[in-house]
């Protein structure tokens, strides 16, 4: 079998490997059970699931009983008591995604409830202080190598605009730095050619000198390419800071449609398939990265 092509049950996390015995089936089962009316892949289900369950079954002693893990209450007390060491990002993503276990595997608390998901929000792009607050982190890094990890993720968010599970996909040898305008081949979902922003590729080329062409270009060394990897490199890291790949991918977006990239090159080069996509991303200010009024959007559009 092909490393990063496990199948879902043989999903290892760390934290909990001494208790899979213990909470292995129970996770597998739920995460089963709500990827199928979801649509969402088993894969992006197990972080917060696993992460959940066992906090549910080790500090609070809550029996493996769906009716009693997957209530709403349980879900916010583990989001405000159990991820206290998670950044923002980390904690949205997880809730997000226990309320959709919730739906799907306890019906009768959504029900009693009235409780139904919101819409999201689209993603607030960075701010250029705070853009320069990330580099600051990157290069503030205990070690050389977590520094060249840093600015790999850094550059491949900010850079080229990637998603989490492509910027794991990544290996130097996808890099093409022949030309004077470096681009990133993706193979990962929907495989594409990005060129890198002008500003990062010298960030690029400094983690080229120091990496093996056939080993991965962020945190170099995994023997695949699986979820989570992003978010525990960020829990090492003990940073305030909000670092978050969706949120450099919006604000790599927001570049494009402020330099007047055509937008069906954007949707190209960002993987995108449809331009309602792009305009939600279109109502934040460049300057600032908040959110534009309805009257100021049409003003500057």
């Known amino acids: 079998m092909n490393a990063g092509c496990s ?8 934290n909990a490997l001494p208790y899979w015995e213990m909470i292995g089936e129970f996770v597998a089962a739920s995460v089963a059970d709500t990827a199928a009316p979801s ?60 309320l959709l276990m919730v739906e ?21 792009p960075y701010a250029d202080p705070e853009i320069a607050a990330l580099a600051s982190w990157a290069m503030s890094q205990g070690t050389p190598r977590r520094q060249l990890d840093s600015i790999a993720l850094l550059t491949l968010g900010l850079g080229t605009g990637l998603a989490t599970r492509e910027i794991l996909g990544v290996r130097t040898s996808d890099v093409d730095a022949r030309m004077d305008d470096m681009q990133v081949i993706v193979r990962e ?10 500003g990062w590729q010298r960030p690029l080329h400094r983690i080229l000198e ?24 960020l829990l090492r890291a003990r940073t305030e800071l909000d670092v978050r790949p969706s949120r450099m991918r919006a604000t ?16 190209r080069i960002s993987g995108l398939r449809n331009l309602a996509a792009l305009d939600k991303i279109a109502c934040f200010d460049p300057k600032t990265g908040h959110k534009l009024s309805p009257q100021n959007f049409h003003k500057r559009a």
Request: include cysteine.
């Open 189 to 198: 979902g929907r495989s594409r050619v990005v060129p890198v922003l002008d």
């Open 210 to 233: 120091n990496r093996d062409p056939t080993e991965w270009l962020f945190r170099p060394g995994r023997a695949s390419a699986a979820s989570g990897q992003i978010t525990d490199f």
């Open 39 to 98: 649509g969402r892949s088993e894969r992006s289900l197990y972080p917060a699931a696993v992460a959940f369950v066992l906090w549910c079954w080790q500090s609070r002693g809550t029996p493996l009983e769906r009716r009693r893990i997957f209530r709403l209450v349980t879900v916010e007390e583990f989001v405000h008591l159990g991820m206290t060491r998670y950044a923002a990002g980390s904690r949205a993503t997880h809730r997000s995604t226990l």
């Open 104 to 124: 799907a595997l306890n019906p009768a608390e959504v029900t009693r409830n009235h409780f139904s998901l919101p819409r999201s929000e689209p993603t607030r």
């Open 252 to 267: 790599w977006l927001l570049s494009h449609l402020t330099a007047g990239t055509p937008p069906r090159e954007l949707l």
């Open 7 to 14: 199948q879902p049950h043989d999903y290892r996390p760390i």
